[in-house]
């Protein structure tokens, strides 16, 4: 089991590199954290010499001179301060937008095996709270800790320009202060790892069930889901609780040691002022004041190391999510304009899990403008078809062909422009009816929309609409009913002119009249191209110029409707029970 105390050098590294890719941004931070540091060490040593050589011999207009040094340099002081956080902020978002960009580019692209064996939630955490967290590395890390070093060693070297002794008595508290912060970074940052992961079941968990509400409560299910909840959440609460624990703990010992060091600052230091010559009283001073403010440091990037390790925790799972090699083979080189969409499945075997076929010996062919059908029942594997033609999943073995050349051979992205999907579960995105039509494309316009809605005969239902095409759709489609749904994806799949369309019909009853018009428009849209429709009704298919039927993912029937209907096989008996017709 890997060791978590171990420090993320190559997160580490690979964050720095992205931060530096703007050199110069980087180093002016430095710079300012370097003037902060001298301007702070600076201050004991001018109120050290403001007793020793002004308040004592009583000189005030010098005084005053000094007051007014020190008032210009707290100001500095702050302007720094100011530049720094801003600065330092800026990096830290622009690192994360070039990861939300590079994570998101990735997610995109990887093939839908992925998503299927990964959590939403576990990809939201990733995308949103995860790298939220990476930006500590440089707001709250790596920049803050390095600015906080950099007052350390120009303290140090103030106090010893000051006084060599009471610096040595101050110095020999530092290795207690730094054993002790060690032995508590090993616990906080497995408490951090454990946040995280308790974080993403969190967010899974509470993802999916808003998205399954309907169902939780059909099936008055509240409860026992509440119940789920407060377990996970109560393991949430004890994962960060543990966090805090270590801290909590840590931070007041600090202030211990701090205290420690103090004392024996004022007790030896206040003795050789009154006893001896070799320590002033500005001198004692000036080390009151260095030791909060050399602790201060000390204790700010223990805190801030356990945030850099929470980031380091955050980027070596966002990285580990991009680095996987999810996405699907893309070698092919072929690309066209125009197919004419004949098909060919030839002795396809495809298993989503290894050893579980879905797809066994499977071989049919749709010539150009020909419209097939695929009936079955549940299982049978009429939608994976769906999913191998447009290479979401590669095949087994066998072969998928359009126009006589193997799919694997197109750029996959050249292949799915020539297919359009109608899929029964359809998904429209909380923005206008045009965008979610449209997808954003620039090539097609707001005219083309409009014409292909008329051609299709659904512009009256979408003018209907509150604001037409720039009516905003609920989240999912919510606000639409399943038909209104249905005749959305018609018309997104005919506005992109494929020349392979496949449908597949919806499981939910529709009402008569978009029932009615999504007849219309499938008559429409499947005219002159070559079409595959994934059919739950019978009825819509009898005029199919061929129908595949298909149980537990093999081929059993293919024909006409009557050829079908006279062997009186599966399909008829399909038919019988959906029509209640007697032998």
Request: hydrophobic share 45%; glycine share 6%.
């Amino acid at each position: 089991m890997k060791k978590e105390s171990k420090f993320n050098l190559s997160e580490f590294k690979r964050l720095i590199k992205i931060g530096m890719e703007n050199k110069k941004l980087f180093y002016i931070v430095v710079g300012i954290g370097l003037a902060l540091a001298l301007l702070s060490s600076l201050r004991p040593i001018l109120v050290g010499d403001a007793v020793d050589q002004y308040i004592k011999p009583q000189n005030y207009e010098l005084l005053v001179r000094l007051s007014f040094i020190l008032v210009g340099l707290l100001i500095a002081e702050i302007i720094l301060q100011y530049y720094f956080i801003l600065l330092s902020n800026i990096i830290a978002q622009t690192v994360i937008e070039k990861i939300r960009v590079q994570l998101f580019d990735q997610i995109v692209q990887f093939k839908l095996s992925f998503f299927d064996r990964t959590p939403n939630g576990t990809l939201v955490t990733r995308s949103v709270s995860d790298i939220e967290t990476v930006s500590q590395v440089f707001t709250d890390g790596i920049l803050v800790i390095l600015g906080d070093l950099l007052k350390i060693v120009f303290i140090v070297a103030a106090m010893f320009l000051t006084n060599w002794k009471l610096a040595l008595v101050v110095i020999v508290i530092l290795p207690l202060m730094i054993i002790i912060t060690n032995i508590f970074q090993k616990s906080i940052k497995r408490t951090f790892s454990e946040e995280r992961t308790q974080t993403a079941i969190f967010n899974g968990f509470v993802q999916e069930r808003l998205s399954g509400m309907k169902i939780i409560q059909l099936f008055n299910r509240e409860e026992a889901e509440f119940e789920k909840f407060e377990g996970i959440n109560r393991s949430l609460r004890r994962a960060y609780l543990a966090t805090v624990f270590y801290f909590s703990l840590l931070f007041p010992i600090v202030e211990v040691v701090s205290a420690l060091a103090l004392g024996l600052v004022i007790i030896m230091g206040g003795y050789s002022a009154i006893h001896f010559t070799d320590v002033s009283a500005g001198q004692v001073i000036a080390f009151i004041m260095f030791i909060p403010m050399l602790v201060r440091p000390i204790r700010q990037i223990a805190e801030r190391y356990n945030n850099l390790q929470r980031g380091l925790v955050s980027s070596e799972r966002v990285f580990k999510m991009m680095d996987q090699d999810e996405k699907l083979p893309d070698h092919g080189k072929l690309a066209f304009d125009n197919v004419k969409g004949d098909i060919d499945f030839k002795n396809v075997y495809f298993e989503y899990v290894e050893g579980e076929e879905v797809l066994k010996d499977v071989s049919f062919s749709a010539k150009q403008g020909e419209t097939i059908a695929i009936v079955g029942s549940t299982g049978a594997g009429k939608s994976t078809i769906i999913n191998l033609l447009n290479r979401f999943y590669d095949i087994k073995s066998g072969s998928i062909c359009i126009d006589g050349t193997d799919i694997t051979e197109f750029e996959l992205a050249n292949l799915r422009q020539h297919i359009a999907v109608v899929l029964q579960d359809v998904f429209l995105f909380n923005d206008s009816i045009l965008n979610n039509i449209t997808l954003n494309d620039e090539s097609i316009s707001r005219e083309d929309v409009i014409n292909a809605a008329k051609e299709i005969e659904i512009l009256p239902f979408i003018e209907a609409l509150p604001g037409g095409f720039d009516y905003v759709v609920a989240e999912r489609g919510s606000s639409l009913s399943v038909g209104q749904r249905q005749l959305l994806a018609f018309l997104r799949a005919y506005v992109f002119h494929p020349q392979i369309l496949v449908l597949d019909e919806a499981t939910s009853s529709i009402d008569t009249v978009s029932e009615a018009l999504i007849q219309k428009a499938t008559e429409k849209i499947t005219q002159n191209r070559t079409s595959i429709i994934i059919a739950h009704r019978l009825a819509t298919i009898q005029n199919a110029d061929k129908i595949i039927v298909m149980d537990k993912g093999r081929i059993v029937e293919q024909g006409t409707h009557e050829e079908l209907i006279d062997k009186e096989g599966y399909y008829f008996k399909l038919h019988q029970a959906q029509f209640k017709i007697t032998a």
